[in-house]
């Protein structure tokens, strides 16, 4: 690390943290934890007379506020001598009664003997300056806490496990080897026998570029296991989307009637579907209506469209394809589609038209003058909400489409999860790339070498290796208080 950058290392902390780790309200068991250098002399203040608990140990002590002060709880108190503590500095975790007082309370005499409220993510944040754990690790921490499917969890526990980390070590490697045979060149420029040519630079500098533009690669796919895939269930009003949002969710959420225009707000729930995060939407049937509330229910839906990962497109197995229906696929544009034909049951097997995608609805000569092939409709799938046709194929089909690289590869891969990773490693892509441009435009090598320097600042602050306050400050913003 070069002297500026180490100038540029936030301080540590000096003062001591507390808060509450488990979530407040009510509940058998919460919480306290403190770091800092003072968290001993706090535990001491509140079990007066008491010896200091064994390290790691978990010991029953009473907790009073101060000498000669009133029984707080009675409570398991495990002390972490620093450094192998989860922050690296000393650590007190006190399991105490849970609920909205005796957490409180706690938390309160520990703040009037000397420790102060923690900020969002602060324990992790120390973790981090102590070398305890990198940026992309503590990311993965806020990952594995907010996650809600199995992929995610996968994902988020091989993040924290290092599996991100250690690719973006090796690519920080490869990329200093780089610079390493450039040095080697500028030292033996007019010599035959140079022991690195151009060519061999060139060709490192070329593998650096494919694998970090690899990488890059698994960023959709990565936030959108973060976040949940946003698929929008769309269609005639009446065409069975609140019936299938309910038979997906497992309950009855949302409004079932037989009056076309039941549903009027977009109601959202994260599910997860074979184990990925769907974000699925149910939103008012798309039709011009003279009723205030329906038109604007209708405009929401519009907005979600706009926004959407994933449509599924309902229409009555009964219906034609008419050229609202087909127009409105158009209008979807690249968002990947499944045209869902619903009720089945109603529909006499032999009208059951067969699967429609793009290109099924060219062939069947519905494409209207070749405007559905603006649409991308993946699969089509029929359905019943009320014998279950379809159901199975639909939760097999929607992971592959949205998730297909992770569905393929298994989510433990390293994979860029936060806008921040990906805009980091597209930097480092962006240098490398004019690095290569620059040595086939016969710049100088000397003075091509200086585009490779932000390349590599932009994976040691990715990792933290190089970090300041505001980067710190960007990534602890989402933590909770405790963590
Ligand atoms: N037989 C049968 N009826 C269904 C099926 N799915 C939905 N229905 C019925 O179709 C009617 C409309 O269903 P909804 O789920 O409310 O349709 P929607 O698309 O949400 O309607 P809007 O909110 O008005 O746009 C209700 O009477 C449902 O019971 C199905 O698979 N089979
Ligand atoms: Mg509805």
């Known amino acids: 690390m070069t002297d500026e950058a180490s100038s540029r290392l936030p301080e540590l902390a000096v003062d001591t943290i507390a808060a509450l780790a488990t979530s407040p309200g009510v509940g058998a068991i919460a919480l306290v934890r403190m770091s800092g250098p003072e968290a001993f002399e706090v535990l001491r203040a509140l079990t007066p007379g008491e010896d200091d608990p064994a390290p790691?140990?978990?010991t029953l002590r009473s907790l009073t506020k101060g000498e000669g002060g009133d029984l707080l709880d009675r409570a398991l108190v495990t002390s972490?001598?620093?450094?192998?503590s989860y922050t690296g500095e000393d650590m007190v975790e006190i399991s105490c009664h849970g609920g909205w007082l005796v957490p409180r309370m706690i938390l309160d005499?520990?703040?009037?003997?000397?420790?102060?409220?923690?900020?969002?993510?602060?324990?992790?944040?120390r973790a981090v300056l102590h070398g305890k754990m990198d940026l992309v690790q503590a990311e993965a921490v806020l990952d594995l806490i907010e996650g809600r499917s199995k992929a995610q969890h996968d994902a988020a526990l091989f993040q924290v496990e290092r599996g991100l980390s250690r690719r973006i070590g090796e690519l920080r490697e490869q990329l200093v080897t780089v610079e390493a045979y450039l040095a080697h060149h500028i030292d033996f420029p007019e010599e035959d026998e140079a022991p690195v040519t151009v060519d061999r630079v060139a060709d490192a500098a070329d593998a650096l570029r494919d694998a970090l533009e690899e990488l890059l690669e698994t960023a959709p796919e990565g936030e959108l296991l973060r976040e949940?895939?946003?698929?929008?269930?769309?269609?005639?009003?009446?065409?069975?989307?609140?019936?299938?949002?309910?038979?997906?969710?497992g309950e009855e959420r949302a409004i079932v009637?037989?009056?076309?225009?039941t549903t009027r707000d977009a109601l959202e729930a994260v599910i997860s579907i074979g184990g990925f995060p769907f974000r699925l939407v149910d939103t008012a049937g798309l039709r011009d209506s003279d009723d205030q509330v329906e038109e604007l229910g209708v405009e929401v839906a519009r907005r979600y469209l706009d926004r959407a990962d994933l449509v599924l497109f309902c229409v009555e197995s009964q219906a034609d394809l008419g050229s609202a229906e087909l127009e409105f696929l158009t209008g979807l544009g690249d968002v990947p589609t499944v045209l869902l034909r619903t009720k089945v049951d109603l529909t006499p097997r032999d009208r059951v038209s067969g699967p429609l995608t793009s290109e099924g609805l060219a062939a069947e000569g519905l494409d209207d003058g070749h405007r559905v092939n603006a649409a991308d409709v993946r699969e089509s799938v029929d359905l019943s909400v009320v014998d279950g046709t379809g159901l199975g194929r639909l939760k097999e089909i929607l992971p592959e489409l949205v998730y297909g690289g992770l569905v393929r590869t298994g989510t433990s891969v390293p994979a860029l999860t936060r806008a921040r990773q990906s805009e980091a490693v597209q930097k480092a892509?962006?240098?490398v790339v004019a690095?290569?441009?620059?040595?086939?435009e016969g710049t100088p090598v000397a003075v091509a070498s200086a585009l490779l320097r932000p390349a590599e600042t932009a994976l040691e602050e990715l990792l933290g290796l190089i970090s300041t306050d505001e980067i710190l400050d960007r990534v602890f913003r989402e933590f909770c208080i405790g963590k």
């Open 56 to 58: 790691r140990t978990a």
């Open 80 to 84: 972490f001598p620093r450094p192998e």
């Open 109 to 125: 005499a520990c703040v009037a003997t000397g420790a102060r409220l923690a900020e969002p993510g602060e324990f992790t944040r």
């Open 228 to 249: 949940g895939a946003v698929t929008v269930l769309a269609g005639p009003p009446n065409s069975g989307k609140s019936s299938l949002y309910n038979a997906l969710l």
């Open 257 to 261: 009637t037989d009056i076309p225009g």
């Open 429 to 431: 892509r962006d240098q």
């Open 435 to 440: 690095f290569i441009e620059a040595l086939e």
